[in-house]
């Protein structure tokens, strides 16, 4: 069975920079879509960053600015780089991941889910 694990959230102040990680124990990670999403209280989920096997990215608009997905093939670890952090940022970050390269695009249907890792930024 895949495993996701999330980790990297950590209470913050506003402007500082944060680096979450997920680590997949799934061999052909390098073939799947990956992604970033994230939760605040009381909100819908809503998708940060995707990126395919090829490597090309998808941001939301929100924050296309501030972040950066990436992914490390060889030890299995997709990254989220959040820079200049804001209070509206708070919330729990998941990583997703599907074999079907289309949820790089529609954001939805993902098969595989971390726990989450909590981010909180304070002004």
């Known amino acids: 069975q895949e495993q996701w694990v999330e980790s990297g959230g950590e209470s913050v102040q506003e402007g500082e920079s944060l680096k979450l990680s997920c680590a997949a124990s799934?061999?052909?990670?390098?073939?799947?879509?990956v992604a970033w999403f994230r939760q605040a209280p009381g909100e819908e989920r809503e998708g940060v960053a995707a990126?395919?096997?090829?490597?090309?990215?998808t941001y939301a608009k929100a924050m296309k600015d501030r972040v950066t997905i990436s992914k490390d093939n060889a030890e299995n670890i997709l990254y989220l780089q959040i820079n200049n952090v804001k209070p509206e940022d708070t919330a729990m970050y998941y990583c997703?991941?599907?074999?079907?390269?289309?949820?790089?695009?529609?954001?939805?249907?993902?098969?595989?889910w971390g726990r989450g890792t909590q981010v909180t930024v304070s002004s």
């Open positions: 799934e061999p052909t990670f390098r073939q799947f879509c």
């Open positions: 990126m395919d096997r090829n490597g090309r990215t």
């Open positions: 997703a991941a599907d074999h079907l390269f289309s949820r790089c695009d529609t954001w939805s249907g993902f098969t595989y």
